[in-house]
């Protein structure tokens, strides 16, 4: 038996995300989107390894804002 899955960075939707609920993206946040895009945009400059750990600065800014307003709001 195998198992699929996909273990790629959800750019699209977080970026989707971001567009349906804009009120709740700090500043932080569009800042580390941008990075991300850029750095998949011109990969001659950036190697793989620059855009991982800008991806996972965006997992990890997201984990800990957003469980935070969860529990605030819940």
């Known amino acids: 038996m195998t198992v699929e899955c996909d273990t790629g960075f959800p750019q ?3 970026t989707e995300l971001v567009q349906k609920v804009p009120h709740l ?7 580390k989107l941008h990075e991300v895009e850029v750095k998949r ?16 600065r965006i ?4 984990v800990q804002r957003y469980e935070g307003l969860a529990k605030k709001f819940t």
């Open 12 to 14: 699209v939707a977080i």
């Open 25 to 31: 993206v700090d500043r932080e946040l569009m800042d």
């Open 41 to 56: 945009s011109c990969p001659w400059e950036f190697d793989e390894q620059d855009l991982l750990q800008a991806q996972y």
């Open 59 to 62: 997992s990890c800014h997201i």
